[in-house]
């Protein structure tokens, strides 16, 4: 399979691009930064011959709109919410890297029911608040 065309979305006035190919139990596999979907072509291949394989771009990455207003880790948090209610997924298994794996575990811890298992790599953990990283981390994640 060569790389797929991808389908859009609209969230809150801005358009999200994602893969979605194969049948199957649903798989949802989120980049991290500064990736896009394109980062699972390898894996979307296989996996896609036994499961439904949907990848988005996050907002701001790869064919996805670059909204204007900063994309911190709450827009993003609403983008991937309101990504998963458009489409109307449920019982997926998540697959997750970097900054993928903090939307993705901070969307698992909120959707327990919705989920069937986690796999992820060099993962973010999804902090609470700032107070929770050291001063240099802070300036750097904001």
């Given at each position: 399979?060569?790389?797929?065309?991808?389908?859009?979305v609209?969230?809150?006035?801005?358009?999200?691009?994602?893969?979605?190919?194969?049948?199957?139990?649903?798989?949802?596999?989120?980049?991290?930064?500064?990736?896009?979907s394109?980062?699972?072509?390898?894996?979307?291949?296989?996996?896609?011959?036994?499961?439904?394989?949907?990848?988005?771009?996050?907002?701001?990455?790869?064919?996805?709109?670059?909204?204007?207003?900063?994309?911190?880790?709450?827009?993003?948090?609403?983008?991937?919410?309101?990504?998963?209610?458009?489409?109307?997924?449920?019982?997926?298994?998540?697959?997750?890297?970097?900054?993928?794996?903090?939307?993705?575990?901070?969307?698992?811890?909120?959707?327990?029911?919705?989920?069937?298992?986690?796999?992820?790599?060099?993962?973010?953990?999804?902090?609470?608040?700032?107070?929770?990283l050291?001063?240099?981390?802070?300036?750097?994640?904001?």
């Amino acid at each position: 399979m060569g790389w797929i065309e991808k389908k859009r979305v609209s969230l809150a006035g801005s358009d999200m691009a994602y893969v979605d190919v194969g049948s199957g139990p649903c798989v949802v596999l989120l980049h991290g930064n500064p990736t896009s979907s394109f980062l699972w072509r390898h894996t979307i291949t296989p996996l896609s011959k036994v499961a439904r394989c949907i990848a988005p771009d996050l907002m701001g990455f790869g064919d996805s709109d670059k909204p204007a207003d900063a994309l911190r880790i709450v827009e993003h948090q609403r983008y991937i919410e309101r990504f998963f209610d458009a489409l109307d997924l449920q019982d997926v298994t998540l697959v997750l890297h970097d900054w993928g794996s903090a939307l993705g575990f901070d969307w698992a811890r909120r959707h327990e029911s919705r989920v069937r298992g986690l796999a992820f790599m060099e993962f973010v953990w999804p902090f609470p608040t700032w107070l929770d990283l050291s001063p240099p981390s802070q300036n750097l994640f904001r």
